[in-house]
């Protein structure tokens, strides 16, 4: 039984509406996991150990399968191997599914030793990924600039990007990447976002078929409309984020993920909280 979008879904389709005389496709986002390499470790009063483990156990137990699962990033708050590690044992029912970029709390040399059999390069190049799902193209790019918080994407990328759209013959593209092309509406939020998103919005407007684009980031569940794009965001499977005041701020909102759904025409997505609040953050 496919669940019903919230209002958050605003340029995708009711699951309802989807083709199911076709198949559909079901993909799972999960971000900004800020997982520690001490277990009971807390970000801000916030296991997020704990709280990604919630996650996974809520899925498995309330939804239907999933065909892939996107990790967008963020997936270690403290970059140290052994939370890779524990990220990746945490994530072991979804192994064989598994794709993912980095955030800016990663590091992509550890991010990339952790999940070798899923993530292609060497040592610190950019983490990408594209995978074929019917007539759609899903592409995860790489945002993340060492030691930064904002993220970039610069000409060499978008020149890939273009190659391969160029090259391809989806008719429809799903990106996948960190850090928001466009503002939040947050005035703390928006100046830590993403430089060269002129260029990237640019060669989107161009391309109708790029349908869907999917970040992370902000900690709280967004969407908007440039073109005939939508541009969501996602909550954290950890801490949340309130976008509201100057400066840094938490919400008291329990962890969430996303859905995202394909037939051969069109894409329905929503955001999943799970049902209970169940730690609440401190402030300083
Ligand atoms: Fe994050």
């Not at 979008?5 to 995708?12: E, I």
């Not at 520690?36 to 009063?45: C, T």
């Not at 008291?252 to 995202?260: D, E, L, M, S």
Request: net charge negative; proline share 7%; hydrophobic share 40%.
């Amino acid at each position: 039984m496919l669940k019903r979008p919230n209002d958050g879904s605003a340029f995708g389709f009711p699951s309802e509406l989807l083709q199911h005389n076709t198949a559909v496709t079901r993909i799972l986002q999960l971000t900004d996991l800020h997982v520690f390499s001490e277990a009971g470790q807390q970000l801000k009063g916030i296991p997020t150990r704990e709280c990604l483990q919630d996650v996974v156990d809520y899925i498995m137990a309330n939804e239907e399968p999933f065909d892939h699962v996107i990790v967008t990033g963020d997936h270690t708050h403290d970059e140290l191997p052994e939370s890779y590690a524990a990220v990746r044992e945490i994530l072991t029912p979804w192994h064989d599914r598994l794709w993912q970029v980095p955030g800016n709390h990663d590091d992509r040399i550890l991010l990339r030793s952790a999940f070798s059999d899923r993530i292609s390069g060497e040592s610190d190049e950019q983490i990408r990924f594209q995978f074929a799902v019917g007539p759609w193209l899903c592409v995860g790019l790489d945002t993340h600039v060492p030691g930064e918080v904002p993220g970039n994407i610069e000409a060499g990328q978008l020149k890939w990007l273009k190659n391969l759209l160029k090259d391809s013959p989806a008719e429809r593209v799903a990106l996948f990447f960190h850090h928001p092309p466009v503002d939040v509406n947050s005035v703390w939020m928006d100046p830590i976002g993403l430089s060269g998103r002129e260029q990237l919005l640019e060669l989107v407007r161009d391309d109708r078929r790029i349908k869907l684009i999917c970040c992370g980031h902000v900690h709280h569940e967004f969407s908007g409309i440039v073109e005939h794009t939508e541009i969501v965001t996602t909550p954290a499977t950890g801490i949340q984020f309130d976008p509201a005041g100057d400066t840094p701020n938490f919400a008291t909102a329990a962890p969430g993920y996303r859905v995202i759904e394909f037939d051969s025409k069109w894409f329905a997505t929503h955001v999943v909280r799970l049902p209970e609040v169940k730690f609440i953050p401190v402030t300083d």
